[in-house]
């Protein structure tokens, strides 16, 4: 599975959109671009994916670069409940491995 | 619909003593199923999965295993317990045949582990 870097840590003001960016640079054709939240203590929470077109749920977007290299998602309208850490995982095989992710703190 | 159970939630055992941690899934068959661990402050680390009964890969040597005794139960086990075992280990599972195209994990609540 390919690897993916995130900043370690960003700010966000409630009510505003949060835009958090994940490269991949090494990804490959047939693999997925996941997102994850865990809030403290409680296990991962499933967000998002896509492969190649952008995405939108209630929860969330993922917008995916046409080069697929890199993705960003955004919580459109962040609140003191959306902070957490978010991990962006890609994914081909059996295993959703896990890296340190970016810690997402939305302020009053 | 599916669903997925832990137990215990949180636990605190001795250095040296045993462990068993339980996972089961129901509302589905065949799945998947996954171990991790997350130590304080730290990532996700993947400990285990499995693809079908009595399968098991280890992903990390430890003082750990797991076993699938049956399709929708896995289990976690150690048979002396180290200090450094304390953490949060978290079950999963997906659907078999998962290739990432519809389907995301779903995690249970976790065990709360600390070895003393």
């Known amino acids: 599975d390919a690897k993916t870097t995130q900043p370690p840590s960003m700010d966000c003001a409630e009510g505003r959109a949060a835009n958090l960016p994940c490269n991949h640079s090494?990804?490959?054709?047939?693999?997925?671009v996941y997102w994850y939240r865990q809030i403290h203590s409680q296990g991962p929470q499933y967000i998002i994916h896509?492969?190649?077109n952008n995405e939108t749920n209630e929860m969330a977007s993922l917008i995916i670069t046409e080069d697929r290299k890199s993705s960003t998602l955004i919580l459109p309208h962040a609140t003191l409940r959306d902070t957490a850490v978010y991990y962006c995982?890609?994914?081909?095989?059996?295993?959703?491995?896990f890296g340190a992710g970016t810690i997402l703190r939305v302020k009053s | 619909s599916q669903t997925i159970h832990q137990w215990p939630a949180t636990l605190v055992q001795p250095v040296g003593s045993p462990l068993s941690l339980e996972c089961t899934v129901e509302?589905?068959?065949?799945?998947?199923l996954y171990w991790y661990r997350q130590a304080a402050g730290r990532g996700l680390q993947l400990l285990f999965y499995?693809?079908?009964?009595?399968?098991i890969s280890s992903e990390v040597p430890q003082n750990l295993s797991a076993s699938r005794p049956q399709d929708r139960q896995f289990i976690l086990s150690s048979k002396k317990l180290l200090l450094s075992d304390s953490g949060f280990y978290l079950c999963?599972?997906?659907?078999?045949?998962?290739?990432?195209?519809?389907?995301?994990?779903?995690f249970g609540s976790g065990t709360r582990l600390t070895v003393v």
């Open positions: 999963a599972w997906t659907r078999r045949g998962f290739t990432g195209a519809t389907y995301g994990y779903t």
């Open positions: 090494t990804i490959s054709g047939n693999e997925y």
């Open positions: 896509g492969l190649k």
């Open positions: 995982i890609v994914r081909g095989g059996n295993k959703l491995v």
């Open positions: 509302g589905t068959s065949n799945p998947n």
């Open positions: 499995s693809v079908g009964i009595g399968q």
